[in-house]
């Protein structure tokens, strides 16, 4: 998890940038604002609490994934290690992408105000503001984020964009999982009991590409949805931001950052799912040496 954040976040704030944001055009040119306005630490804004929260919402995700499909290889199959067929790998990714949204929403939340806390907007008189000056730091970090949230919006507010994040994270994970384990035995080497790191990697980077781009859609609703309240209160909703979205920008927005989020989602799951198989592998070594 942690390789996944290192490896994925700079080009996450870009996105992010892209979805929410106001006045960066296309990838490369919000590449240079950034660079010039905030310098390399921009694109590293918002990336300590990921960092901090990854280990505990990767191995619940892969976790019960994983018992997921032991479970329904007892009950279909009468053994848990049964190979899985795809409607168990279906079965597993839709309760791994349910369970996610509980952990992932928070940590989405902050990290999605806290990128985009120095973003310029356009004034509107029909928008309601808040108090801060835009375009100033609302957030000392992300404790103070948190914090802030849950005084001014209570529990609710922790969980804004829950919605979005269900609708973008279980079709994601079915695009995440799945492919993940079809391409893994494809590029297998007949007869090898196991993936080798690089087969893992390349099965990895592929499953994160195809899965971001199913679920960008969703992920623009999320970020705006996130994203308002920083200095604007514009949507009342998952479907309000979806109709002032098209209604603003067309079908075409629900695009924005889709070639980011398919460039950033090779190294990042590549990332994961490598730093996954062989800390597993590493970890099934040291019980069997140590054990009598």
């Known amino acids: 998890g942690i390789a996944s954040v290192v490896a994925g976040h700079p080009l996450d704030t870009v996105k992010t940038r892209l979805q929410a944001g106001q006045g960066y055009g296309n990838t490369f040119k919000c590449v240079l604002t950034v660079y010039r306005n905030e310098s390399l630490a921009g694109f590293f804004k918002g990336m300590s609490f990921p960092l901090a929260s990854i280990g505990i919402y990767s191995s619940v995700v892969f976790g019960v994934f994983s018992s997921t499909q032991r479970f329904l290889g007892q009950l279909r199959h009468g053994d ?79 969980y804004r964009g829950n919605v979005a994040m269900l609708l973008r994270d279980v079709p994601g994970y079915c695009a995440y999982f799945i492919p993940y384990a079809m391409f893994c035995d494809w590029i297998t080497p007949h007869g090898s009991l196991s993936p080798n790191p690089f087969s893992i990697w ?49 079908l075409k927005v629900f695009c924005r950052g889709l070639l980011v989020n398919t460039v950033r989602g090779f190294p990042s799951s590549a990332a994961m799912f490598l730093g996954y198989e062989l800390s597993l592998k590493a970890m099934k070594r040291c019980q069997s040496e140590t054990s009598p």
Not at 97 to 126: A, C, F, H, W
Not at 129 to 146: D, E
């Open 80 to 158: 848990p290690a049964a190979a899985p067929s795809l409607t168990d790998m279906t079965l597993a990714s839709i309760v791994a992408g349910v369970i996610s949204v509980g952990i992932g929403t928070p940590v989405e939340l902050v990290k999605t105000r806290l990128q985009m806390q120095t973003q310029p907007y356009i004034k509107d008189v029909n928008m309601k503001l808040n108090s801060t000056v835009p375009g100033s730091p609302v957030y000392q970090g992300p404790i103070h984020c948190l914090r802030t949230i849950l005084q001014k919006e209570g529990i609710p507010g922790v």
């Open 202 to 250: 390349v099965a990895g980077g592929v499953a994160g590409a195809v899965s971001w781009a199913v679920c960008t859609p969703m992920d623009v609703v999320k970020s705006r949805l996130q994203a308002d309240g920083v200095y604007l209160n514009q949507y009342k909703g998952t479907l309000d931001c979806m109709l002032q979205s098209y209604q603003n920008e067309g």
